[in-house]
C-alpha cells in the first residue's frame, strides 16, 4: 500500500522558502500547473515572462523586434536575477530560460521543475492558444517546435524533477503529481545533485527512458 503523500503545509515547511522553478516547453502548461502548485504549498506565483514585460514596458515580441533574442535573453536573465533574491515562490520560466548556462545558477538555488509534454500534445495546446510566439512566427512552426525540443530536451534533463504530461490530465492533477513527488526529491538533491532529473509518467511511476 502507498504511503500518503505529507500534507502541502508540512512540505512548505520542509522546503524552507526554497523557490520552485518551472521549465519547459512554450505549452508545456507551467502557469496553468503553477497557480494551484503555489496555492497548495502557501507560496506566491509569478511568472517570468510577465515580469520581463513590465520591466521593459514593452511586449516579449516587441522585445524580439528591437533587441532580437540575444536581447531577450539578457534581460530574461536580469530578471531571473532579481527573481533569485526572493523566497517562496513558484515561478514559470521562459521555454529558453534553460539555454544560458548562467541562468541555472539562479535555477539551482531552488528546486527545478520540468514539465515534459509529447510535441503533440505541445502543438494542440498552442494552437488554441492566442499568445504571440515570435520564436513559432515562421512557415512550418511545427517543424520549428521540433528543432527547439531536440535542442532543449538535454538542458531541461538537468532538473531535479522531470513529470511527463498525458493528454486530458488537468493542471490540478499534474501540480498534485509535483508536491507528492517533491519529498522524494528534497531527500535526494545533496546526496547526489548531479543525478538526471526523475521522470515520472502520469501514474506516478518512474518512466521508460526516452534514450
Known sequence: MTAAPPPAGDLAQRLQGLNLYLVGMMGAGKSAVGHPLAEALGYRFIDADSVIEQTAGRSIPEIFTSDGETGFRELETAVLDSIAHWHSLVVATGGGVVTRPRNWGHLQQGVVI????????????????????????????????????????????????????????????IAQRVLEALPAILRERHQAPEAPAQLLDSDGQPAPSLN
Open 114 to 173: 520540468w514539465l515534459d509534454a509529447p510535441q503533440e500534445l505541445l502543438l494542440a495546446r498552442l494552437s488554441t492558444d492566442s499568445t504571440a510566439r515570435p520564436l513559432l512566427s515562421q512557415a512550418d512552426p511545427a517543424e520549428r517546435l521540433g528543432t527547439l525540443l531536440v535542442e532543449r530536451r538535454p538542458l531541461y534533463g538537468q532538473a531535479d524533477l522531470a513529470v511527463l504530461q498525458e493528454a486530458g490530465e488537468s493542471p490540478d492533477r
